[in-house]
């Protein structure tokens, strides 16, 4: 089937980004529910898993089914910023009490008996849903998010200067094997949904969704405005184990062992794991690592039993920089 977005000028003025911490929750569970049909995901949902058995997350669960044909529109009403806070967007939520019952009302099959208390009393089924967001990003996604938001970060970025060189056709042709443009009209490649639908002149917000792939996810009813979650491009790489030998010159302000250990947290890791990696022994690892956090190039999330490290974006822009290992070419003092 296939699903027709058609654009006036006015909507084609009107494209724009985002990023959604929410919206990476929720398609998430969809990846730690069903694993198997989620393969490029799978490390990331072996990692996790274990760590979830210490959350309540039973009605977050509950609201993305699997398979997934529909999920109700406020677990992750269209991103009103570009680059919103999980907080921001949580905000958001729990001022969608007024709609929890028409978007229910809008998914089909019975309902499970957490859902219809969110149901029967959408305020307190809310704020309930808000607390176990919360829990499992502390458990699941808040130690991977600096390496998530910089890849999310660089699809936008890469779809900006396309639409400079090519306007929106050049940056929507190529946006997902499943999504093709067509002389004004964005067709989505569609399981459940088929026919043409009007943007309304809100234009069309593209979010790109590492937990998304494979599939492509569109919200065009009212009173959102018209999104399509689509997989950025890069998601493979995620989970690939790195040249782990630091760049010299990190080396050299950090020391050889900091910098290894940095270089160590292509997953987040516990103090035991990276002591075994390293050779260190646990209160030495432990030490280095208070003095990167300190220094803002580490993060520590608790989960359950669990204490996790793992590099902040800073310090993942400090592994990429291609320039650390150049020798600068001596300037002659000659006139």
């Not at 009813?221 to 890069?234: H, I, L, S």
Request: aromatic share 6%; glycine share 6%; with cysteine.
């Amino acid at each position: 089937m296939t699903l027709d977005l058609t654009f006036t000028a006015r909507d084609v003025a009107n494209i724009r980004f985002a990023i959604s911490p929410l919206g990476e929750v929720v398609a998430s569970v969809r990846v730690v529910k069903d694993p198997p049909a989620h393969p490029l995901l799978r490390p990331w949902a072996d990692q996790v898993r274990r760590r979830l058995q210490d959350v309540d997350w039973r009605l977050l669960s509950d609201l993305v089914p699997v398979p997934t044909i529909s999920i109700a529109g406020f677990t992750c009403t269209p991103p009103s910023t570009s680059m919103p806070d999980l907080a921001l967007e949580l905000a958001t939520m729990r001022g969608a009490a007024a709609r929890v019952r028409a978007d229910l009302d809008a998914i089909p099959g019975p309902r499970t008996k957490r859902v219809q208390e969110l149901y029967d009393d959408p305020e307190k089924g809310l704020e309930r849903l808000a607390e176990e967001v919360e829990d499992y990003w502390l458990a699941a996604m808040s130690p991977y998010w600096p390496k998530l938001r910089s890849l999310l970060e660089g699809e936008i970025l890469h779809r900006a200067r396309l639409l400079a060189e090519g306007g929106a056709q050049r940056m929507l042709a190529d946006l997902d094997d499943a999504v093709a443009w067509q002389e004004g009209t964005l067709r989505l490649r569609h399981r459940y949904a088929s026919g043409a639908r009007s943007l309304r002149g809100l234009g069309l917000l593209l979010v790109p969704c590492v937990f998304a792939w494979p599939r492509v996810f569109s919200v065009t009813a009212p009173p959102y405005q018209p999104t399509v979650r689509y997989p950025p491009r890069g998601i493979a790489t995620l989970w690939e184990r790195r040249d782990l030998d630091p760049p010299e010159h990190l080396a050299a302000v950090l020391g050889r062992t900091r910098a290894r250990l940095l270089a160590e947290f292509d997953q987040p890791a516990s103090t035991r794991d990276l002591a075994r990696r390293t050779g260190l022994s646990e209160p030495g690892a432990n030490q280095h690592l208070t003095a990167l956090r300190r220094a803002g190039l580490c993060s520590a999330h608790r989960t359950g039993r669990y204490v996790l490290y793992a590099r902040t974006a800073t310090a993942e822009a400090l592994l990429e920089n291609p320039y650390l290992d150049e020798t600068p070419t001596p300037r002659s003092n000659s006139r």
